[in-house]
T-cell receptor
């Protein structure tokens, strides 16, 4: 079956522009997570969803960052008025989430979107 | 204060040896722990999950969890050059959210 997909894989933008990063989770996965990963570091949490509900956005750096998952499947992370410090690898992951067997939080990552802000 | 700590390495082992990777965490209520392998330029790949104290084996990999001492480790038996990668330890800090907290990773080099 298909894994997590993300698009675009690479995005180069100019400072001040808005960008939208897309994530398509594994089919049937309830939970979807956004992380940001700097070189030489582990992924850092941004926000996550169960179905269409945003459960936690405490990792979003500031109000220029927002995310949505309107139909409980595909999610979009939007960064408004991009700044050079936003340049990073943005990773999406999904997990089965809550099921009859309990909570399954094994998270599977997509290939990531490399964002470069000039 | 870093919540999940790993030695950055590199950890160098000869081919065929056992590689031992360690991780400590600060949150006593953490319930679930995961090991990811990340090749250079690639995304993290889940290789092991562990939820209970003790050992869990899967092929050449063994994860060990000791909640009293707040550490989790990964053993790789019969290490192969293809195991050379960065290994990320992650914990599900049970604070009501399901996001994972990652360590910075340990780089493993298996010498042929």
């Amino acid at each position: 079956g298909a894994g997590v997909s993300q698009s675009p894989r690479y995005k180069v933008t100019k400072r001040g522009q808005d960008v939208a990063l897309r994530c398509d989770p594994i089919s049937g996965h309830v939970s979807l997570y956004w992380y940001r990963q700097a070189l030489g570091q582990g992924p850092e949490f941004l926000t996550y969803f169960n179905y269409e509900a945003q459960q936690d956005k405490s990792g979003l750096p500031n109000d220029r960052f927002s995310a949505e998952r309107p139909e409980g499947s595909i999610s979009t992370l939007t960064i408004q008025r991009t700044e050079q410090r936003d340049s990073a690898m943005y990773r999406c992951a999904s997990s089965l989430g809550v099921s009859l067997a309990g909570i399954n939080n094994e998270q599977f990552f997509g290939p990531g979107t490399r964002l470069t802000v000039l | 204060q870093k919540e999940v700590e790993q030695n950055s390495g590199p950890l160098s082992v000869p081919e065929g040896a056992i590689a031992s990777l360690n991780c400590t965490y600060s949150d006593r209520v953490s319930q679930s722990f995961f090991w990811y392998r990340q090749y250079s330029g690639k995304s993290p790949e889940l290789i092991m999950s562990i939820y209970s104290n003790g050992d869990k084996e899967d092929g050449r990999f063994t994860a060990q969890l000791n909640k009293a001492s707040q550490y989790v480790s990964l053993l790789i038996r019969d290490s192969q050059p293809s195991d050379s990668a960065t290994y990320l330890c992650a914990a599900d800090m049970d604070t009501g959210r399901r996001a994972l907290t990652f360590g910075s990773g340990t780089r493993l080099q298996v010498q042929p």
